[in-house]
């Protein structure tokens, strides 16, 4: 079992709808929580970070958190075609103060207008 | 704000040569994580330095090796270089406290020929 899970998609929405992106983790150690966007040949561009149960909201964004559960999820709203790309989702491993983020494989986006 | 930096975005070595890449942190951040990124294998952690210190180490073979500098400039070093070393090497700085964001650089894209 991998530490960090995800569906690696590719998820294909239609342009003005919901994108709801998942994973899981194994550690359930693990305190803080980021969700990246990477267009191709570019580099993660963090888009919300949460460590606390439940919901964080950030413009058309949101982060959902349940450690009980294991899994963090990002919901897009009003998807766009510029959202077309991979989503990484990343764990603190050990200590949340330290830098050592493990990920998963990424889920690819497509927003179709 | 300056963001992170890493310098060069593109290098092309030739086997069993070294290489030495740089990362610079976003000021006041103290933690400088490194990632090699491949499409095989994803994002995984190479090693983690904060306050010149190697604080977190992945599973990487000892031709990896990184260092820290006064000013929390942070510099990584393969050596030997092999073909499947060709990859975006990406670093990422944190202010080194709980429960805070990490962003990453350009990333350094290392051809090996």
């Known amino acids: 079992q991998k530490e960090v899970e995800q569906n690696s998609g590719p998820l294909s929405v239609p342009e003005g709808a919901i994108a709801s992106l998942n994973c899981t983790y194994s550690?359930?150690?693990?305190?803080?929580f980021f969700w990246y966007r990477q267009y191709s040949g570019k580099s993660p561009e963090l888009i919300m970070f949460?460590?606390?149960?439940g919901d964080k909201e950030d413009g058309r964004f949101t982060a959902q958190l349940n450690k009980a559960s294991q899994y963090v999820s990002l919901l897009i709203r009003d998807s766009q075609p510029s959202d077309s790309a991979t989503y990484l989702c990343a764990v603190n491993r050990g200590s949340s103060n330290t830098g050592k983020l493990i990920f998963g494989q990424g889920t690819t986006l497509q927003v179709k207008p | 704000k300056a963001g992170v930096t890493q310098t060069p975005r593109y290098l092309i070595k030739t086997r069993g040569q070294q290489v030495t890449l740089s990362c610079s942190p976003i000021s006041g951040h103290r933690s400088v994580s490194w990632y090699q990124q491949t499409p095989g294998q994803g994002l995984q952690f190479l090693f983690e330095?904060?306050?010149?210190?190697?604080?977190n180490k992945g599973n990487f073979p000892g031709r990896f090796s990184g260092r820290q500098f006064s000013n929390s400039r942070s510099e990584m070093n393969v050596s030997t270089l092999e073909l499947g070393d060709s990859a975006l090497y990406l670093c990422?700085?944190?202010?080194?406290?709980?429960?805070?964001?990490?962003?990453f650089g350009q990333g350094t894209r290392l051809t090996v020929v």
């Open positions: 949460i460590y606390s149960n």
């Open positions: 330095y904060f306050s010149e210190t190697q604080r």
């Open positions: 990422a700085s944190k202010t080194g406290t709980p429960n805070t964001e990490a962003f």
């Open positions: 550690d359930r150690g693990s305190q803080s």
